[in-house]
């Protein structure tokens, strides 16, 4: 079965809320005017039952009562909804006088008489038309001393009438508003989805060859703007990951390519004709040459994609720094001497990380520096350690770098000098590989060179403390 759409989840969602709402406010509101109306009926029938204790006030006796009725007559006249009911204690079956056609059901008439008190009491009855009455009682004293009891009861009918008329209104309204509502509800979640259907369109048009696209955040909501700023960001980074995957495709190719054609081309020559032993001797050795160059390629590249994993984690330890770079020193001494190069390592430090791969990294720029140190000259391995901070600075005399290369030094395969490195046995990928070991350090590569002057590549390590 296939998933129902977001937009309408939220619409049904929205209208079911808005339709509970609706039927909570309208219950409540029954209830709120059913109160109101009684509150009213209960205040009418106190307000009377002060006229008609007012009227009885005038009264010497029962019988003066039955003889001359007509102020208390007065008090319901013009009200048909009220029926006023006088019972003497002395006899109470038979009323001293009753007024209205409403309540006329003697039963729950004495039973009222019965319960009157000194303080205004109501009931509550039904007659045998189903109308609904409220009834107000009270004992009153006459100037005698003589007592009688007074019914004060209202037909509620206007208010049945009302409540009704209310219900049906409600019920005929009810499914329009509804309907209404949940019309509103499509409309705004629509609306609200509306910067989604974007997100949609910029996803269908992504693809490897093209990821220039992106969201435009005018007047997007600032949840979903959040969500558009970081989408961006990430087709920005896989833009630059995927340019930077191509272009490393390229260098790769064109580095593998001249080994493989020197390797193709000198088989070819020695096997175009019958050779001595020593002419095939010299061409496997020249394969053998290249073929450790087409080594080294692979393996440094592999190298990088270790240290570029995010998931390959290294362990990290206590290192000093001036004990590694004395071994990585030691190494490079026959090579130093060849050329008269005087190797000096000074200072201290100690950084947490990875002791094989920060080697790794001391010896490609210790080799860097002898490749292009003039002979005689000394290459100098500096430690500092300063607040949180280690440094590693191999600084050596020559020909220096040229402002314009500086920036792109760290890239792989890249090259100052395409013909001379390749002469000399480089890669062109030692310097890349220092960058990433120092990237997996939390750490930087730095270098400042000046044509004629000092070279000085830097790497930058977190200190331990002391």
Known sequence: MKPASLSLRLGLTVSLLGAVLVLLLAVLAF????????????????????????????YENPLDITTEPHSLLDQV???DNLTLTLYDLNNPRTPLLKSGSGLQDPRVELKAANSAADTLTY????????????????????????????????DNANDDALLSA?????????????????LSAW???QRGLAPLREFRKVAARISTQDLDHRLSVDNMPQELSELAH???????????GVQQLS?????????????????MGKAQVTLSRERPNEEYRAALESCIEELGRVNRIVSDMLFLAQVRDPAAGVLLEPVCMEDEALKVVELFSLSAEEKRISLNVTGNGRTLGDRLMIQRAISNLLSNAIR????????????????????????NPGAGIEAQHLPHVFDRFYRVDNSRTRSQGGTGLGLAIVRSIMSLHQGSAEVQSTPGGLTVFRLSFPGMVR
């Open 187 to 189: 409309a705004v979640v």
């Open 247 to 263: 272009q490393f495709s390229d260098d790769l190719a064109h580095e593998l390519r001249s080994p493989i054609t020197n390797l």
């Open 230 to 240: 970081g989408i961006n960001y990430m087709l920005h980074r896989l833009d630059s």
């Open 166 to 182: 209310y219900l049906q209104s409600t019920v005929i309204a009810l499914p329009l508003l509804l309907l209404l509502i949940g």
């Open 31 to 58: 209830f709120a005017l059913s109160h109101e109306l009684n509150t009213l009926s209960r205040d009418s029938l106190a307000a009377k039952m002060q006229q008609v204790e007012h009227s009885l006030s005038l």
């Open 123 to 154: 009931s509550r009855s039904t007659d045998a038309q189903g109308r609904h009455f409220l009834t107000a009682s009270r004992l009153i004293t006459l100037k005698n001393g003589s007592r009688v009891s007074v019914l004060l009861s209202m």
């Open 372 to 395: 292009h140190c003039p002979a005689g000259e000394a290459i100098s391995v500096i430690i500092e350690h300063r607040a949180n901070l280690v440094s590693l600075r191999v600084s």
């Open 77 to 79: 006249m013009g009200h």
